[in-house]
């Protein structure tokens, strides 16, 4: 056992002192972090007497925010005031500390510590199942009594490095289709963490053994089975989940496929907050599982007898917002994820224009960006994770013209697209427009020359502004 220090000091002091005199203990992941010698910023307490007033007073120890949480009957929540951690306040369940410990979903989770120190409290044997790196339910109802506990079986799994024990596993799998009536963004919350994880590769093979995928993403479940042309060596779904290890390989080496040059640049990234509590490169997952989530219900077939899945980035933007619309996330990552859908063919198309004109990079940056970066890394991983006939040299192609691009996508983020040289106004007047939305697009003309380096002062922009004035095919 660690003496402790692994668990947020602040938060420990200030509950110790708005709480002196109670009968109050440190539950769940604290006392199970303390074990594993995790670092725990939050602290989840049980309280034998008055929740809200033990709140209050820990608001008014730490300067904290204190309010109730309407999921949970009669909990309470504290958030430091510098948000550096939060403590949940929760009645005592039951008749006895211990009838409240066995009513937890997991035995890992039913370790108590009294909030004045002492030994632990261990009715279930949580501390030897760690030690065992074993995941046991804490009793025979434990999925009846709230069926998101499948998927926190699965996040605990790859967040600990956990195996499900085989009874607690069956009757997880039984327990699986009740997560149809588990509120969304409920699901999504555990989902997030599980993307996030180290172990993703393995969230998800557990998600399927447990029956859990066709509950919750039906669309990606509908990708099993579908074949693809004999450039891929997988079916849709096998190449969806190679196309996320790729990413995976992606963010723990960058330098491997992107070399050194960029790869801090990458890496610094995919650390940013994105939304939702993912990171950009947590987000990268999410849409790496959904970057063919279309081409089920846009699969054709040749005369010949190829199969096609004309339009499936397009259908697979609209669909990966539904999804995430069902989940309840945030427009702002609904619009990320739908945009590595929608382009993440993009790059691939320009392979056979390689090396790219200025105009032509200019071209792909404008219509990516936002996610010029984001969905470079993501045509990579998916030329990775493509590997059946001539594999090795479309790889190579792929990846030489992906390097050249992302610098320039890196740089596009720093820096943003060029300003024009001209107002709207003085555009017009050079070319003898009126207004209308004819000018937005010469002003984008204006910003593509510039890019490509054949404007690059205001005289210029005017002389181009006036020659392509004369250009047959003007719009006026």
Known sequence: MSDGTTTNAGARAAVAAALVGSEAWIVGGAPRDRLLGRQTDDLDIVLAGDVAGA?????????????????DFGAWRVIAHDRTWQVDLNPLRGESLEADL?????????????????????????????AARRL??????????????????????????????PATAEAARRAAPALA???????????????????????VQLLDALAVTAVILPELEA???????????????????????????????????????????????????????LTRGTALRLGALMHDIAKPVTEGHL??????????????????????????????L???????????????????????????????LRACAPVEVDVTLLSIADRVATRGDGAEAAIA????????????????????????????????????????????????????????GEVRTKPEAEAWARAAAELPGRVD
Request: proline share 5%; glycine share 8%.
């Open 181 to 203: 009536q588990v509120a969304p963004e409920r699901v999504f919350a555990e989902l997030r963490r599980i993307l996030a994880a180290d172990r993703v590769l393995a969230g």
């Open 102 to 130: 066995r009513r937890r979903d997991f035995t890992v989770n039913a370790i108590a510590e009294p909030l004045g120190g002492g030994e632990l409290i261990d009715p279930l044997g949580g501390a030897a199942d760690l």
């Open 397 to 452: 192609r792929h990846l030489e013209l992906a390097r050249s691009v992302l610098a320039d996508a890196l740089a596009w983020r720093e820096h943003g697209p060029p300003v024009a040289l001209l107002r709207g106004d003085e555009l017009a007047r050079e070319m003898g427009l009126a207004p209308g939305p004819q000018i937005g697009r010469r002003l984008e003309e204006l910003r593509a020359a510039q890019y490509a």
């Open 55 to 71: 709140a209050r007073a820990l608001g008014r120890v730490a300067g904290g925010l204190p309010f109730a949480l309407s999921d």
């Open 303 to 332: 005369q010949d007898g190829r199969v096609t899945f004309i339009g499936h980035d397009v259908a697979g933007a609209r669909m990966s917002r539904e999804i995430l619309t069902r989940l309840r996330t945030s427009e702002r």
């Open 136 to 165: 046991r339910a804490a009793g025979p109802t434990a999925f009846e009594d709230d069926a998101l506990r499948v998927l926190r079986l699965v996040r605990l799994a790859v967040e600990l490095g956990l195996e499900p024990e």
């Open 223 to 277: 990708l099993r089975g579908v074949e693809q042309n004999r450039f891929h060596h997988r079916d849709v779904f096998g190449h969806t989940i190679e196309v996320l290890g790729a990413v995976v390989a992606l963010q723990r080496d960058p330098a491997a496929l992107l070399g050194d040059d960029a790869a801090d640049a990458v890496t610094a990234l995919l650390r940013e907050p994105l939304s939702d509590e």
């Open 334 to 364: 609904r619009v990320h994820v739908s945009a590595l859908a929608r382009q993440h063919l993009a790059l691939g198309f320009l392979v056979h224009e390689a090396p790219l004109s200025r105009r032509a990079t200019f071209a792909y």
